[in-house]
């Protein structure tokens, strides 16, 4: 995506001070580090982190306490007590840093770095999906008690380079599961070469999280290397991928101060998905409050409804399969799977006269067809009369996880397909947000391995 005309500044990507661990103060860079805080939701997982070191940076995106003042104060200290400690430190100077994910043939690399903030109507960088108010209330509050960045944004722009090893060409998306297979071309974009160059030195920091992928790290300080990635960005726009309720954030607290500064600023990766593509995934729901047999019932009347066989992956695969097969024939092509009774039940080939009733038809039909529009406005609102509220609907990212804690619950879970990416696209083109939780994007960045203190600038 690129930016019109030759007066857009486009993306304006800057060094910053980066604070990080100081290996020989934590038992392992990789023990301190944990994914996204919106991935960590089960206890269980939480409790893990935890105690995987007592520097595990979830203390400070999730810090526990009973209330939220409290959650965000313990934070504030914890991050000033491991600064004081040496458990923490800033980089003697500016950089950007180049980041590397590799996960077996899967390769991602990418730029971190402070990205100016521009407002919406800009076109720079566009949002794809609503936000939850509650929860852009909660990261406000914790970012401006520890005056912080602590994880990046993952935002995707699609460069000047020739492919990825892959097949897959600068000018065609890429599909659900697409990823980078190895080292990509050359590239002709500035990013791109300062990127190539940058890997071949020694990391700054190497680590193997549990999940089996690498994470390498490199500074970036070259002037010549710095304006070579400016002068490459200015031209391009970006999609945020992963991170709108972060993203939400940074602009709240921007306008809350007058005077230029650092809040003026995010903290980003930004991947090149011309080179890297990235994976879309769903986010599943689970219905905490709802169990299958209210469920099934309500929707009798309105999809067709069929018990599948499982185990998950199966039961995923009919999904799919389901999801593929509406998408080629004439209606709509809408198709969930139930889960949360030891049992699989799968729903598609909704009825056309209830979608025209309860879905708004003000927006383009890309938008009124897609799975989570559906689900909220159809099932959730006028089926289910189901509340989008904590109480009521928690946001898992892995379906077995979702399962799990419906049966646990005694609710239901509602399995998700992903989305197309062209249809993210082009939906964010038009400047139109899907329904919160619609997309998962990844690889994502591990969440401590750089921050920002925006009291170093």
Do not use: C
Not at 112 to 128: K, M
Not at 226 to 236: C, E, F, G, K, P
Request: overall charge negative; glycine content about 10%.
């Amino acid at each position: 995506m690129s930016i019109p005309g030759p007066g857009g500044q486009g993306l304006q990507l800057t060094p910053f001070r980066g604070l990080r661990y100081v290996a020989e103060r934590v038992g392992s860079l990789a023990a301190v580090t944990s994914p996204p805080y919106d991935v960590v939701v089960r206890p269980e997982g939480l409790r893990e982190l935890e105690t995987a070191d007592p520097y595990n940076i979830v203390r400070l995106i999730l810090p526990q306490a009973g209330t939220p003042e409290a959650r965000h104060r313990q934070a504030a200290e914890t991050l000033r007590r491991w600064q004081a400690d040496g458990v923490l430190a800033p980089d003697p100077e500016p950089a950007l840093y180049v980041y590397e994910q590799r996960d077996g043939p899967t390769l991602q690399r990418g730029l971190i770095g402070a990205l100016r903030l521009s407002p919406r109507e800009e076109g720079i960088v566009l949002p794809h999906e609503e936000v939850m108010p509650h929860v852009v209330e909660d990261r406000a509050d914790l970012m401006r008690a520890t005056a912080a960045h602590l994880e990046p944004l993952l935002l995707a722009y699609r460069g000047n380079g020739n492919g990825n090893g892959n097949g897959t060409s600068g000018n065609e998306p890429s599909g659900n599961g697409a990823s980078g297979t190895g080292a990509a071309g050359p590239g002709t974009g500035g990013a791109a070469q300062v990127i190539e160059r940058t890997i071949l030195r020694e990391p700054l920091l190497s680590t193997t999280t549990e999940d089996g992928v690498d994470h390498h790290l490199w500074r970036v300080t070259n002037p010549a290397d710095l304006v070579a990635v400016s002068t490459d960005l200015r031209h391009h726009q970006a999609l945020i991928a992963d991170g709108h309720h972060r993203w939400a954030t940074y602009l709240r607290l921007r306008e809350e101060r007058r005077e230029p500064g650092p809040w003026d600023f995010g903290l980003v990766l930004l991947v090149d998905t011309a080179r890297y593509p990235l994976r879309v995934r769903a986010i599943h729901r689970v219905l905490r409050r709802l169990s299958p047999e209210e469920a099934l019932p309500a929707v009798r009347r309105a999809f067709r409804v069929r018990t599948i066989d499982g185990p998950l992956p199966r039961a995923l695969e009919t999904l799919a399969e389901a999801a593929e097969a509406a998408s080629a024939e004439p209606g709509a092509p809408n198709a969930f799977l139930l889960a949360g009774d030891g049992h699989f039940h799968l729903l598609d080939r909704p009825d056309p006269e209830l979608l025209a009733r309860t879905v708004p038809d003000e927006r383009p039909e890309a938008w009124r067809t897609l799975d989570a529009t559906v689900l909220h406005h159809t099932l959730l609102d006028h089926l289910w009369n189901v509340p989008d509220t904590p109480e009521h609907i928690g946001y898992l990212h892995d379906p077995a996880a979702a399962v799990e804690q419906a049966e646990r619950l005694g609710g239901t879970a509602v399995l998700m397909h992903p989305v197309r990416e062209d249809v993210v696209h082009e939906l964010a083109r038009q400047g139109i947000a899907m329904p919160h939780k619609s997309t998962s994007f990844g690889p994502k960045p591990a969440t401590g391995l750089v921050l920002r203190s925006l009291t170093l600038g």
